[in-house]
């Protein structure tokens, strides 16, 4: 069966610093990927996915993401935190033929002035 | 283009009471619709699940249900609440096979008193 690990619960980086939010899943056979965030009280908005292709994912909101097949990771980055990006964010994973997505724990992001 | 609804946003009802969530779809066909809880600091649980009309998967046994009497409607209910029903309640929904991920509505903040 397949799991995510999220590396930190919380995370703190200084606005205009690099943001990494580490992403480890378990799967079988070839994943799909997903980085979804959530702001207070409101539902969670897909930031960016890899089904195939190219491994190095590009999303909204200057998110990006690698899958790394060789570590089982699917880390999620941005060069340049701004304080609009303090939220929630969830990395999750599902298999091909599967009818329901398996979600990590979540990383809040705090993002210091 | 697809669209989900879920309401009420936020509901206060005392323990005893009776609960009725619903959730629509428009835009689409068929859809997969899911039912999640979001509990303080317990990250996303999959309650309820289905693929079809009157097709549930319940992921846990617990004091709610789900019904799906329309193809793009999905309800969550319980009889009697209790005060560990208290959470964000989230409804989504998901194109068979998963590939572009979940939609997620805006959710609902249940509070048991």
């Known amino acids: 069966a397949q799991s995510v690990t999220q590396l930190g619960s919380h995370v703190s980086v200084s606005e205009g610093a690099l943001v990494l939010l580490r992403c480890n899943y378990s799967?079988?056979?070839?994943?799909?990927l997903f980085w979804y965030v959530q702001y207070p009280n409101q539902g969670l908005q897909l930031l960016l996915k890899?089904?195939?292709?190219?491994?190095l994912v590009k999303g909204i909101n200057g998110f990006e993401a690698e899958f790394k097949k060789s570590e089982t990771s699917f880390h999620l980055t941005k060069p340049s935190a701004h304080m609009s990006d303090a939220a929630e964010y969830f990395c999750?994973?599902?298999?091909?033929?599967?009818?329901?997505?398996?979600f990590g724990k979540g990383t809040r992001l705090h993002i210091l002035p | 283009s697809q669209t989900i609804h879920q309401w009420p946003a936020t509901l206060v009802q005392p323990v005893g009471s009776p609960l009725s969530l619903e959730c629509t779809v428009e835009?689409?066909?068929?859809?997969?619709l899911y039912w999640y809880r979001q509990a303080a600091g317990r990250g996303l649980q999959l309650l309820f699940y289905?693929?079809?009309?009157?097709?549930i998967s319940s992921e846990v046994p617990q004091n709610l249900s789900a019904s799906r009497p329309q193809d793009r409607q999905f309800i969550l209910s319980s009889k009697k609440l209790l005060l560990s029903d208290s959470g964000f309640y989230l409804c989504?929904?998901?194109?068979?096979?998963?590939?572009?991920?979940?939609?997620f509505g805006s959710g609902t903040r249940l509070t048991v008193v």
């Open positions: 289905s693929v079809g009309i009157g097709q």
């Open positions: 799967s079988s056979v070839p994943p799909y």
């Open positions: 890899y089904t195939t292709g190219a491994t």
């Open positions: 999750a994973v599902s298999e091909i033929g599967d009818d329901k997505i398996i």
């Open positions: 835009g689409t066909s068929n859809p997969n």
């Open positions: 989504a929904w998901a194109t068979a096979g998963l590939l572009s991920g979940y939609t």
